[in-house]
């Protein structure tokens, strides 16, 4: 008989997914690599929830929110509804002494963000919000080079998140009304991964910034009250300077996602529709870095979950956020892991922004 190594009890995780769409799926599927289980859904509608149980892999389905929340056999409330049930679910989750994974943003509002966040750190509740883009190997080896000072002092950041799925008139979503989106829409969907990811990899926080909102297509069947584009300037603690370009209707970009970081000595580069690599520029010569775990730094090797030269993504992202907030359940402490202080980051972020678009001003971020 072979010899095994005693193995620490890990607790359970059992998860309830409010909500059944794309993103329902996703967090389906992280929690069954991470070892759990889904005992079972929410839907808009029973019969709804119904249609996705085998899709989702989950044992069953609830009447509604409030049977998933007070269920003895659920650990873990997955929130992945539209944006103006955030908070609401979110915090009856955590009030019942669930853990909780809720999609960004955490709240339409920072107050409510504030109140989630205080309440999970009241009730000692794991609670993380899906920034997921931190789980890239190569963001994770762009940060430790930025730490170990191998790019020396970091003076400039640039990038920005392009899409186009919102790109023509008639092109509509629950997303673009206010009421059930927020008051923002681009930067709260996608700017928010963009400042997460800038302040992930620098250590750096953005302290004032100034901002511009455009509605490229004003009528999607109803009128849109909410940006497609917003550009802002920034600067940050350390004294770091930057911009980024938030877009949801640029022709031809799917999900680009990238961030240039340059210091004294070196600049860093990634894009996430090319996660593989790393461009490291430097005034001798420049060089390509590529996901090999023999090769990363630890903290990026621990994350490198497949040979080099087999790609890894999105769905892996998700995956090792998942894995990560199940350690942090068990009482470990996984570097990097976003919580809802990071949910409530973004929350202020997006209200800065916001302001600095009405007045036409700079805005100091609290």
Request: one cysteine or more.
């Amino acid at each position: 008989m072979p010899v095994t190594e005693d193995i620490a009890p890990r607790s359970g995780y059992r998860a309830a997914i409010i909500g059944t769409g794309f993103m329902g799926r996703v967090h389906a599927g992280a929690v069954r690599v991470a070892g759990g289980s889904v005992v079972g859904l929410v839907g808009s509608t029973v019969d709804k929830a119904a249609e996705a149980v085998d899709a989702l892999g989950a044992d069953g389905v609830f009447a509604d929110a409030a049977e998933a929340i007070a269920s003895p056999d659920v650990d873990v409330v997955h929130v992945c509804t539209p944006n103006h049930l955030h908070s609401e679910l979110a915090l009856a989750a955590l009030e019942a002494g669930k853990h909780v994974v809720c999609e960004k943003p955490l709240a339409t509002d920072a107050r409510s963000a504030q109140t989630l966040t205080d309440a999970a750190k009241r009730g000692g509740r794991v609670a993380t919000v899906p920034f997921v883009y931190r789980f890239h190997p190569m963001v994770r080896e762009a940060r430790e080079l930025v730490r170990r000072g191998s790019i020396g002092t970091v003076t400039l950041a640039h990038g920005g998140y392009l899409q186009d799925w919102l790109l023509r008139p008639e092109d509509d979503n629950w997303r673009v009304d206010p009421d059930i989106g927020g008051r923002t829409r681009a930067f709260a969907d996608i700017g928010s991964h963009w400042c997460d990811l800038l302040e992930f990899v620098t250590g750096q926080r953005i302290t004032r910034l100034s901002a511009q909102l455009s509605t490229v297509n004003p009528r999607r069947g109803a009128a849109s009250a909410t940006e497609d584009i917003a550009t802002l300037q920034f600067n940050t603690d350390a004294g770091a300077v930057g911009t980024s370009v938030i877009s949801q209707v640029s022709a031809g970009r799917k999900n680009r996602l990238h961030l240039e970081v340059s210091g004294s000595d070196a600049t860093l580069h990634f894009d996430q529709e090319q996660p593989e690599l790393l461009w490291l520029g430097g005034r001798q010569r420049s060089s390509v870095l590529v996901r090999d775990p023999e090769t990363l730094t630890p903290p990026a090797a621990r994350l490198a979950v497949v040979p080099s030269g087999h790609p890894q993504g999105y769905q892996d992202c998700f995956n090792a956020f998942v894995a990560d907030t199940r350690a942090a359940i068990d009482g470990e402490t996984p570097d990097g892991l976003p919580t809802f202080a990071d949910g409530l980051r973004a929350a202020r972020l997006a209200e800065a922004v916001l302001e600095s678009a009405r007045d036409n001003a700079w805005v100091e971020v609290e």
